[in-house]
């Protein structure tokens, strides 16, 4: 049953993980002109100035994920000690998106240029990057990270988050249950495999 159970338990890891498949059809700089690529790296550099870029962007990621683990309901918990286990781990993963966020932000910022210069044309990113530059646009790009705390926001994503985590026990649950019952009929030569 325990190896079963571990079997299910990788089967759903590995469900659960992007693939590197997705990675392939990515589209590399050399597919872009070099014009777009610049201009979409300047309305980056306006959106998330360098200087204060991976602060930015893990102060948006740490907001989002205190509202989703804010949405777990830990005062439902009984046992103090379990409480506690469970809140420390939330603010350790909090804390630890930084270093791994860090890592990634040039790549992803660079990622997201290349995605810009492809979709959208010359024109409208020149449009983009003059509206960056009115002291209207500068202040939308610099304020609009920070909307992740505003109020509106928050109290309309507790009930969302609530749900999306109920949902998604739910669908692990099953897909659990489902893999369990397959490996047990594959353990007794009775699993359909379509």
Avoid: C
Wanted: proline fraction near 6%; charge should be negative; glycine fraction near 6%.
């Amino acid at each position: 049953m325990r190896k079963r159970a571990f079997l299910a338990a990788a089967a759903l890891a590995a469900i659960s993980l992007p693939a590197p498949a997705i990675a392939q059809d990515a589209v590399a700089t050399s597919d872009v002109s070099a014009e777009s690529l610049q201009v979409a790296r300047d309305i980056i550099a306006a959106m998330y100035p360098p200087e204060t870029r991976e602060d930015t962007i893990v102060e948006m990621a740490q907001s989002l994920g205190a509202q989703i683990a804010g949405s777990r309901n830990l005062d439902e918990i009984d046992d103090e000690g379990a409480r506690r286990i469970l809140e420390e781990g939330m603010v350790e993963g909090l804390r630890g998106l930084r270093p791994i966020m860090a890592r990634h932000i040039p790549k992803l910022m660079d990622a997201t240029a290349i995605a810009y210069a492809d979709t959208f044309t010359l024109t409208e990113l020149v449009a983009i990057r003059n509206f960056a530059s009115t002291p209207a646009g500068a202040a939308f790009f610099e304020q609009s990270p920070g909307l992740m705390n505003h109020p509106a926001l928050t109290s309309a994503n507790g009930p969302y988050f609530e749900e999306l985590h109920r949902y998604t026990q739910e669908l692990q649950a099953r897909m659990i249950a489902d893999l369990e019952a397959y490996f047990m009929e594959q353990a007794q030569g009775t699993a359909d495999p379509a």
